[in-house]
């Protein structure tokens, strides 16, 4: 059974600030990986998915790697502003068109 | 091209009374999930339709949920008998055929008094 575990939990930065954020998974088996952004009251937006068969990609300032062998994936934001302070969530699917399984997310607040 | 789109946005209910949330996914995608998210918690899953077919319910309650994807028009998430516990948010997701990813709505919030 898949695992989704997102550690920091909560993470407070200067503006400006890059900053890396943590996503590992128990089964390998892992067709794809999702980052989403979940503003408070709000849905979420999807950032990044990234297939089994790619390493990372890169979106504006976002990147996210993907590696299968280590159960993990980061997320890494460049020069923070205030704007990107929101939960960020992980999600991994174990095939194509089945369900998420989530993390729990990690609370970014950027300070201005 | 419109956004997976859910409605209501916030619905109350007391206790005993039924709750009915309306899901239309994203124009070409045929695939519908429904996800709850409970205060302070993440996202779980509950249940995966395609059109007319429910295709892996294992995150749903045996009681008191149901859910449906007609042929025509919107994916229904019912809830009957609604208790406290049963606040939450409720999100639902779309995505086309192949591993293209899942998009979600903004999400049902139901409050139980």
């Known amino acids: 059974k898949q695992e989704v575990t997102q550690i920091p939990a909560a993470l407070s930065v200067p503006e400006g600030e890059n900053l890396v954020l943590n996503c590992s998974f128990t089964d390998s088996a892992i067709y794809n990986l999702q980052w989403f952004r979940q503003d408070p009251g709000k849905g979420l937006t999807s950032l990044l998915l990234?297939?089994?068969?790619?390493r990372e990609q890169t979106s504006g300032r976002l990147n996210a790697s993907l590696d299968k062998s280590s159960g993990r994936s980061t997320l890494y934001i460049a020069a923070s502003q205030p704007g990107d302070s929101a939960t960020y969530l992980c999600a991994g699917a174990r095939e194509g068109n089945t369900p998420l399984v989530f993390g729990k997310g990690t609370r970014l607040s950027v300070i201005a | 091209n419109a956004g997976v789109m859910q409605n209501p946005r916030h619905l109350v209910r007391r206790r005993g009374q039924e709750a009915r949330l309306r899901c239309s996914p994203m124009k070409g995608h045929s695939h519908v999930y429904w996800y709850r998210q409970l205060p302070e918690e993440g996202l779980k899953f509950m249940v995966y339709?395609?059109?007319?077919?429910?295709?892996?319910e294992s995150g749903m309650p045996k009681e008191r949920f149901s859910a449906e994807f007609p042929k025509e028009g919107p994916s229904i998430l019912r809830i009957q008998q609604v208790v406290r516990g049963d606040s939450a948010a409720y999100f639902c997701a779309s995505s086309p055929s192949g591993a293209w990813g899942q998009y979600f709505g903004p999400g049902t919030r139901l409050t139980v008094t």
């Open positions: 339709l395609q059109k007319e077919n429910i295709i892996d």
């Open positions: 990234i297939q089994s068969s790619q």
